[in-house]
T-cell receptor
Framework: NAGVTQTPKFQVLKTGQSMTLQCAQD?????MSWYRQDPGMGLRLIHY???????DQGEVPNGYNVSRSTTEDFPLRLLSAAPSQTSVYFC??????????????FGNGTRLTVT | KQEVTQIPAALSVPEGENLVLNCSFT??????LQWFRQDPGKGLTSLLL?????REQTSGRLNASLDKSSGRSTLYIAASQPGDSATYLC??????????FGPGTRLSVLP
Protein backbone atom coordinates (compact mmCIF):
# COMPACT_ATOMS: atom_id res chain seq x y z
CA ASN A 1 0.00 0.00 0.00
CA ALA A 2 1.82 3.11 -1.26
CA GLY A 3 -0.41 5.70 0.49
CA VAL A 4 0.12 9.22 -0.88
CA THR A 5 2.79 9.54 -3.57
CA GLN A 6 4.23 12.87 -4.68
CA THR A 7 6.50 13.49 -7.64
CA PRO A 8 9.02 14.93 -8.19
CA LYS A 9 10.87 15.08 -4.85
CA PHE A 10 12.95 18.09 -5.91
CA GLN A 11 12.49 20.69 -8.65
CA VAL A 12 14.29 23.86 -9.68
CA LEU A 13 12.46 26.32 -11.92
CA LYS A 14 13.30 29.66 -13.44
CA THR A 15 10.97 32.59 -12.91
CA GLY A 16 8.08 32.44 -15.36
CA GLN A 17 8.26 28.71 -16.04
CA SER A 18 5.26 26.48 -15.43
CA MET A 19 5.10 22.98 -14.03
CA THR A 20 2.79 20.41 -12.47
CA LEU A 21 3.35 18.74 -9.12
CA GLN A 22 1.83 15.28 -9.10
CA CYS A 23 -0.09 13.66 -6.24
CA ALA A 24 -1.66 10.22 -6.26
CA GLN A 25 -3.27 8.16 -3.50
CA ASP A 26 -4.34 4.53 -3.55
CA UNK A 27 -6.61 4.55 -0.48
CA UNK A 28 -9.81 5.61 -2.28
CA UNK A 29 -9.93 8.82 -0.23
CA UNK A 30 -12.47 11.42 -1.27
CA UNK A 31 -10.76 14.40 0.37
CA MET A 32 -7.43 15.63 -1.03
CA SER A 33 -5.53 18.83 -0.39
CA TRP A 34 -2.34 20.75 -1.15
CA TYR A 35 -0.29 22.65 1.43
CA ARG A 36 2.87 24.67 1.29
CA GLN A 37 5.29 24.74 4.21
CA ASP A 38 7.56 27.71 4.79
CA PRO A 39 9.98 28.16 7.72
CA GLY A 40 8.28 29.41 10.87
CA MET A 41 4.84 29.60 9.23
CA GLY A 42 3.44 26.11 9.52
CA LEU A 43 1.49 24.61 6.65
CA ARG A 44 -0.88 26.77 4.63
CA LEU A 45 -3.71 25.36 2.55
CA ILE A 46 -3.55 26.09 -1.19
CA HIS A 47 -6.47 24.11 -2.67
CA TYR A 48 -8.59 21.16 -1.67
CA UNK A 49 -11.05 18.72 -3.23
CA UNK A 50 -13.92 16.73 -1.73
CA UNK A 51 -14.27 14.39 -4.69
CA UNK A 52 -13.73 14.00 -8.41
CA UNK A 53 -14.79 17.13 -10.25
CA UNK A 54 -15.02 19.27 -7.09
CA UNK A 55 -12.26 21.67 -6.03
CA ASP A 56 -12.08 24.83 -3.94
CA GLN A 57 -9.56 27.43 -2.81
CA GLY A 58 -7.74 27.47 0.47
CA GLU A 59 -5.84 30.23 2.23
CA VAL A 60 -3.15 30.90 -0.44
CA PRO A 61 -4.51 29.90 -3.89
CA ASN A 62 -3.02 32.69 -6.05
CA GLY A 63 -0.65 31.41 -8.72
CA TYR A 64 -1.84 27.80 -8.46
CA ASN A 65 -4.45 25.74 -10.29
CA VAL A 66 -5.85 22.30 -9.51
CA SER A 67 -8.18 19.77 -11.09
CA ARG A 68 -9.60 16.45 -9.91
CA SER A 69 -10.59 14.23 -12.79
CA THR A 70 -10.23 10.98 -10.83
CA THR A 71 -10.47 9.99 -7.16
CA GLU A 72 -6.79 8.97 -7.16
CA ASP A 73 -5.04 12.02 -8.64
CA PHE A 74 -4.88 15.68 -7.59
CA PRO A 75 -2.20 17.59 -9.54
CA LEU A 76 -1.12 21.11 -8.61
CA ARG A 77 -0.14 23.44 -11.45
CA LEU A 78 2.11 26.46 -11.11
CA LEU A 79 1.13 28.78 -13.93
CA SER A 80 4.11 31.18 -13.96
CA ALA A 81 6.60 30.42 -11.21
CA ALA A 82 7.79 33.23 -8.94
CA PRO A 83 10.56 33.23 -6.30
CA SER A 84 7.83 33.63 -3.63
CA GLN A 85 6.65 30.13 -4.56
CA THR A 86 9.91 28.60 -3.34
CA SER A 87 8.66 26.21 -0.67
CA VAL A 88 8.02 22.59 0.26
CA TYR A 89 4.70 21.36 -1.08
CA PHE A 90 2.70 18.60 0.58
CA CYS A 91 -0.29 16.67 -0.66
CA UNK A 92 -2.62 15.10 1.90
CA UNK A 93 -5.75 12.96 1.79
CA UNK A 94 -8.36 11.53 4.12
CA UNK A 95 -11.52 9.43 3.88
CA UNK A 96 -14.89 11.13 3.64
CA UNK A 97 -15.84 14.32 1.90
CA UNK A 98 -15.51 16.49 4.99
CA UNK A 99 -11.98 15.43 5.79
CA UNK A 100 -12.35 16.46 9.41
CA UNK A 101 -13.21 13.23 11.18
CA UNK A 102 -10.31 11.11 9.98
CA UNK A 103 -6.54 11.46 10.16
CA UNK A 104 -4.83 13.23 7.29
CA UNK A 105 -2.35 11.12 5.31
CA PHE A 106 0.58 13.06 3.88
CA GLY A 107 2.99 12.47 1.04
CA ASN A 108 6.72 13.07 1.51
CA GLY A 109 6.66 16.45 -0.18
CA THR A 110 8.16 18.23 -3.19
CA ARG A 111 10.91 20.76 -2.52
CA LEU A 112 10.60 23.53 -5.12
CA THR A 113 13.13 26.27 -5.73
CA VAL A 114 12.35 29.15 -8.09
CA THR A 115 15.35 31.22 -9.19
CA LYS B 1 -8.57 35.36 11.49
CA GLN B 2 -8.43 31.82 12.88
CA GLU B 3 -4.90 31.13 14.10
CA VAL B 4 -3.00 28.34 15.80
CA THR B 5 0.11 28.96 17.86
CA GLN B 6 2.58 26.58 19.49
CA ILE B 7 4.95 27.42 22.31
CA PRO B 8 7.83 26.79 22.68
CA ALA B 9 9.24 26.81 19.16
CA ALA B 10 11.99 24.42 20.27
CA LEU B 11 12.55 22.19 23.28
CA SER B 12 15.51 20.08 24.38
CA VAL B 13 15.17 17.50 27.17
CA PRO B 14 17.20 14.58 28.52
CA GLU B 15 16.02 11.06 27.79
CA GLY B 16 13.40 9.71 30.19
CA GLU B 17 11.70 13.01 30.97
CA ASN B 18 7.96 13.46 30.72
CA LEU B 19 7.13 16.53 28.66
CA VAL B 20 4.21 18.66 27.51
CA LEU B 21 3.81 20.46 24.20
CA ASN B 22 1.27 23.26 23.94
CA CYS B 23 -1.12 24.34 21.20
CA SER B 24 -3.42 27.40 21.37
CA PHE B 25 -6.16 28.45 18.98
CA THR B 26 -8.20 31.61 18.61
CA UNK B 27 -11.74 30.27 18.18
CA UNK B 28 -13.34 27.81 20.60
CA UNK B 29 -15.95 26.66 18.05
CA UNK B 30 -13.84 23.93 16.51
CA UNK B 31 -14.78 20.60 14.96
CA UNK B 32 -11.70 18.68 16.05
CA LEU B 33 -7.94 18.85 16.54
CA GLN B 34 -5.10 16.69 15.31
CA TRP B 35 -1.47 16.26 16.41
CA PHE B 36 1.22 15.35 13.89
CA ARG B 37 4.86 14.36 13.93
CA GLN B 38 7.27 15.46 11.18
CA ASP B 39 10.76 14.03 10.76
CA PRO B 40 13.35 16.05 8.78
CA GLY B 41 12.76 15.87 5.04
CA LYS B 42 9.59 13.84 5.47
CA GLY B 43 5.85 14.32 5.40
CA LEU B 44 3.62 14.55 8.45
CA THR B 45 2.34 11.52 10.34
CA SER B 46 -0.91 11.80 12.27
CA LEU B 47 -0.47 10.87 15.95
CA LEU B 48 -3.83 11.62 17.57
CA LEU B 49 -7.17 13.03 16.44
CA UNK B 50 -9.48 14.53 19.08
CA UNK B 51 -13.11 15.12 18.19
CA UNK B 52 -14.73 18.30 19.54
CA UNK B 53 -16.88 16.23 21.92
CA UNK B 54 -13.83 14.50 23.45
CA ARG B 55 -11.49 15.76 26.14
CA GLU B 56 -8.51 13.51 25.43
CA GLN B 57 -7.05 10.72 23.33
CA THR B 58 -4.27 8.29 24.16
CA SER B 59 -1.92 6.21 22.07
CA GLY B 60 0.92 4.41 23.81
CA ARG B 61 3.13 6.99 25.54
CA LEU B 62 1.21 9.88 23.98
CA ASN B 63 -1.79 11.63 25.49
CA ALA B 64 -3.51 14.62 23.93
CA SER B 65 -6.04 16.75 25.78
CA LEU B 66 -8.46 19.35 24.48
CA ASP B 67 -9.99 22.30 26.33
CA LYS B 68 -12.14 24.17 23.83
CA SER B 69 -13.30 26.83 26.28
CA SER B 70 -9.76 28.01 26.87
CA GLY B 71 -8.62 27.39 23.29
CA ARG B 72 -5.87 24.99 24.27
CA SER B 73 -4.60 21.50 23.61
CA THR B 74 -1.60 19.74 25.11
CA LEU B 75 0.38 16.74 23.91
CA TYR B 76 1.92 14.79 26.77
CA ILE B 77 4.85 12.47 25.98
CA ALA B 78 5.77 10.06 28.75
CA ALA B 79 9.28 8.70 29.29
CA SER B 80 10.75 10.46 26.27
CA GLN B 81 13.24 8.63 24.03
CA PRO B 82 15.79 9.88 21.45
CA GLY B 83 13.52 8.43 18.77
CA ASP B 84 10.87 10.97 19.78
CA SER B 85 13.06 13.76 18.39
CA ALA B 86 11.06 15.44 15.64
CA THR B 87 8.85 18.47 15.01
CA TYR B 88 5.35 18.21 16.45
CA LEU B 89 2.53 20.17 14.84
CA CYS B 90 -1.06 20.63 15.86
CA UNK B 91 -3.84 21.35 13.39
CA UNK B 92 -7.31 22.65 14.17
CA UNK B 93 -10.48 22.02 12.19
CA UNK B 94 -12.29 25.36 12.45
CA UNK B 95 -14.49 24.36 9.51
CA UNK B 96 -15.50 21.01 8.03
CA UNK B 97 -13.26 21.39 5.01
CA UNK B 98 -9.85 22.72 6.05
CA UNK B 99 -7.25 22.27 8.77
CA UNK B 100 -5.26 25.23 10.12
CA PHE B 101 -1.77 24.29 11.26
CA GLY B 102 0.44 25.71 13.96
CA PRO B 103 4.13 26.40 13.26
CA GLY B 104 5.29 23.39 15.28
CA THR B 105 7.57 22.64 18.22
CA ARG B 106 10.98 21.14 17.41
CA LEU B 107 11.78 18.53 20.07
CA SER B 108 15.24 17.13 20.78
CA VAL B 109 15.56 14.26 23.25
CA LEU B 110 19.18 13.86 24.33
CA PRO B 111 20.58 10.40 25.17
Amino acid sequence: NAGVTQTPKFQVLKTGQSMTLQCAQDMNHEYMSWYRQDPGMGLRLIHYSVGAGITDQGEVPNGYNVSRSTTEDFPLRLLSAAPSQTSVYFCASSPGTGGMNSPLHFGNGTRLTVT
Amino acid sequence: KQEVTQIPAALSVPEGENLVLNCSFTDSAIYNLQWFRQDPGKGLTSLLLIQSSQREQTSGRLNASLDKSSGRSTLYIAASQPGDSATYLCAVGFTLLAWVFGPGTRLSVLP
